[in-house]
T-cell receptor, first 116, second 111 residues
Framework: AQSVSQHNHHVILSEAASLELGCNYSYGGTVNLFWYVQYPGQHLQLLLKYFSGDPLVKGIKGFEAEFIKSKFSFNLRKPSVQWSDTAEYFCAVNRVGGSTLGRLYFGRGTQLTVWP | DSGVTQTPKHLITATGQRVTLRCSPRSGDLSVYWYQQSLDQGLQFLIQYYNGEERAKGNILERFSAQQFPDLHSELNLSSLELGDSALYFC??????????FGAGSRLTVL
């Protein structure tokens, strides 16, 4: 079965620190990859996505992620976090083609707390 | 505002009862997805509809059912509610590009 692993349950950083959140998935075929963010009390919002092409993708608010196919990974990075980045971050994967078209498999989420 | 509208935002009910959650997708989106978010299970895919037809089923209990109407809005019906059904229920829609846009969610509390 498809699974998505986010290794960090809770990350605490000071402002201006660099961030890297890990994400690994288990499906061996072609995938689309996503990072969503959920600010306190709000809905999930798309941060960035990878479909094909350059494995380094840039998203909103200075976030980027790198797809490493050989490692089945799609780690999220930001060089300098801000207090307003405090939120829960979800990695998600869907398989290209097949009956699960469009269905997203989510990781358990990583809660990021940034201290001012 | 994501363009996906969910009602009600909050719902408190008792065990054994039945509730209906409603979702209006973004204008032009034909696909609607329902997800359940709970502390112990995380975000779980429940069911997907495309233009009125069921497209995929996930971890949806038999006590739960859903449908998508001709105007593309969708309803998730939860019956014989149990304490463990307390969760945040998200609806999402997509227009075919495999990018889901989520609503604000309906928080269900079963007492």
């Amino acid at each position: 079965a498809q699974s998505v692993s986010q290794h960090n349950h809770h990350v605490i950083l000071s402002e201006a620190a660099s961030l890297e959140l890990g994400c690994n998935y288990s499906y061996g075929g072609t995938v689309n990859l996503f990072w969503y963010v959920q600010y306190p009390g709000q809905h999930l919002q798309l941060l960035l996505k990878y479909f094909s092409g350059d494995p380094l993708v840039k998203g909103i608010k200075g976030f980027e992620a790198e797809f490493i196919k050989s490692k089945f990974s799609f780690n999220l990075r930001k060089p300098s976090v801000q207090w307003s980045d405090t939120a829960e971050y979800f990695c998600a994967v869907n398989r290209v083609g097949g009956s699960t078209l469009g269905r997203l498999y989510f990781g358990r989420g990583t809660q990021l707390t940034v201290w001012p | 505002d994501s363009g996906v509208t969910q009602t009600p935002k909050h719902l408190i009910t008792a065990t054994g009862q039945r509730v209906t959650l409603r979702c209006s997708p973004r204008s032009g989106d034909l696909s609607v997805y329902w997800y359940q978010q709970s502390l112990d299970q995380g975000l779980q895919f429940l069911i997907q509809y495309y233009n009125g037809e069921e497209r995929a089923k996930g971890n949806i209990l038999e006590r739960f059912s859903a449908q998508q109407f001709p105007d593309l809005h969708s309803e998730l019906n939860l019956s014989s509610l149990e304490l463990g059904d307390s969760a945040l229920y998200f609806c999402a829609s997509s227009g075919g590009a495999n990018v889901l846009t989520f609503g604000a969610g309906s928080r269900l509390t079963v007492l």
